[in-house]
């Protein structure tokens, strides 16, 4: 089996090494190659990578490479994980929506339409790249915004799944609290990619006792503590949100709050940089555990479990990932990418029926989702007007003259990656 992880150099890939390591008997890999644009950083992960194949007594063979067509030619799945612009776009993305009042944030609001026009052609590119050399092999797209990417992929027929951890990250949590293996967690995720929540924690699979109301009762603050929103969000709406929720949730005092501080991205820059730097000793043959503050945790089972079960193998029947809606909710249209439960395999994801949502979590599902059809709309035929109607239908946004002024500074820090600019 061979799969190909284009973004190979990123400073996550030692934690997607380590899982592929572990987990060797789910997805018996003898092929892998890390494909990245930058020499200098994949001669570092390779060979980190490599070291912890070898400490860990796997067989299989790790090759770098700067060439994509040949690093996709013959293989499996291809895992998406890249980033236009890497952390100096970050930083932007972070950075000018503050000038204007808005959240900074690389998946949501003015930040995150700044990704997604620099990102969706460039994937684009290389899923027409992936067809021409395997037209059967499978697409996981791990790169931000999940949903918009996945949703441009599914549009322009490639086989492509959508992963998110942030669902795999709730089942940890909530199987250590409830002191049960996290295989037996089943979680009624609802929304789409970064606009989610847990409405149901089962046990025992999709129709297994209900024990969200023992969590919210039980362990309500630690829940809230590690989402940094009010107990009361989740006690009044008798869910657990994601931690993205607290963007619209409580949106002008995230503002004030990344106001004050220092960015994410800048905080993520230097953690790279310390951990390239980590990457060269070549004593390390293990991922160092400054790598767990990086984020993306538990992202290597998620990544694991999602290609063992396209490929035929060991993964498991039900999963959260990013597939078109096809009526799941019957109030978006059938094209739209949601993040829900699905049923995986060889022939892809389907979604699990979703009882009726509440129309708390519908509206906002469903103006997000108007959002998404422009921003996409925006990121493949370009044009100011496109990217001003974008800001304009973010709730996060929704007014003229701030989606004005975004219009303007968008374009501006990224004129670069935009063709049409």
């Known amino acids: 089996m061979k799969l190909a992880v284009v973004g190979g150099g990123s400073t996550y890939t030692p934690e ?3 899982g592929f390591a572990r987990l060797r008997d789910t997805l018996p890999i003898t092929e892998l190659v890390l494909v990245d644009p930058a020499p200098e950083r994949l001669e570092l992960v390779g060979g980190l990578a490599r070291r912890i194949f070898a400490k860990q007594g796997h067989a299989g063979t790790i090759v770098t490479t700067s060439d994509l067509d040949a690093g996709v030619e013959g293989a499996d799945a291809v895992l998406l994980q890249l980033r236009v612009g890497g952390q100096e776009a970050r930083l932007q993305d972070e950075t000018w929506p503050l000038e204007c009042g808005c959240i900074g944030q690389e998946t949501t609001g003015a930040g995150g339409l700044a990704k997604a026009l620099r990102t969706v052609p460039v994937v684009l590119d290389i899923a027409e790249r992936v067809r021409r050399a395997n037209p ?4 996981i ?3 931000n915004p999940v949903g918009i990417v996945t949703r441009a992929l599914l549009t322009a027929g490639h086989k492509a799944v959508g992963l998110c951890n942030v669902a795999i990250g709730f089942q940890r949590k909530f199987a250590r609290l409830l002191d049960v293996t996290p295989s037996e967690v089943h979680l009624d995720h609802i929304g789409l990619n970064h606009l989610t929540w847990e409405t149901g924690v089962r046990i025992g699979g999709p129709d297994g006792p209900d024990r969200l109301p023992e969590l919210l009762a039980g362990h309500g603050d630690a829940i809230a503590a590690d989402l940094r929103m009010p107990r009361a969000v989740q006690d009044r709406l008798g869910v657990v949100p994601s931690y993205y929720l607290r963007y619209f949730y409580q949106h002008d005092e995230v503002v004030e709050e990344l106001r004050t501080k220092p960015s994410r991205a800048a905080e993520v820059a230097e953690m790279e940089r310390q951990l390239l730097k980590m990457y060269g000793d070549p004593e390390l043959d293990t991922k160092p555990e400054l790598l767990a503050k990086r984020g993306g945790a538990f992202y290597s089972e998620a990544a694991v479990d999602l290609a063992a079960a ?3 193998g060991a993964g498991s029947p039900y999963q959260v990932v990013n597939t078109f809606n096809n009526g799941t909710l019957p109030f978006l249209p059938d094209d739209a990418v949601i993040e829900v439960q699905a049923a995986v395999g060889a022939k892809g994801a389907a979604p699990l029926p979703v009882p009726k949502v509440d129309p708390v979590f519908a509206g906002l599902i469903a103006n ?3 959002y998404e059809d422009l921003a996409l709309d925006a990121a493949l035929r370009g ?4 990217v001003f109607r974008a800001l ?9 003259t701030p989606a004005e002024r975004l219009t ?7 004129r670069e990656h935009l063709a049409w600019a």
């Not at 059967?136 to 697409?139: F, M």
């Not at 044009?383 to 496109?386: H, K, S, V």
């Not at 304009?392 to 003229?400: E, R």
Request: net charge negative.
């Open 392 to 400: 304009l239908a973010h709730p996060l946004i929704g007014q003229f």
């Open 408 to 414: 303007d500074r968008l374009i501006a820090h990224n």
């Open 141 to 143: 797209d791990f790169t």
């Open 16 to 18: 997607l090494i380590d």
């Open 310 to 312: 396209l490929l035929g």
């Open 136 to 139: 059967d092999a499978w697409i």
């Open 383 to 386: 044009g100011r007007e496109r």
């Open 368 to 370: 997000v989702t108007a």
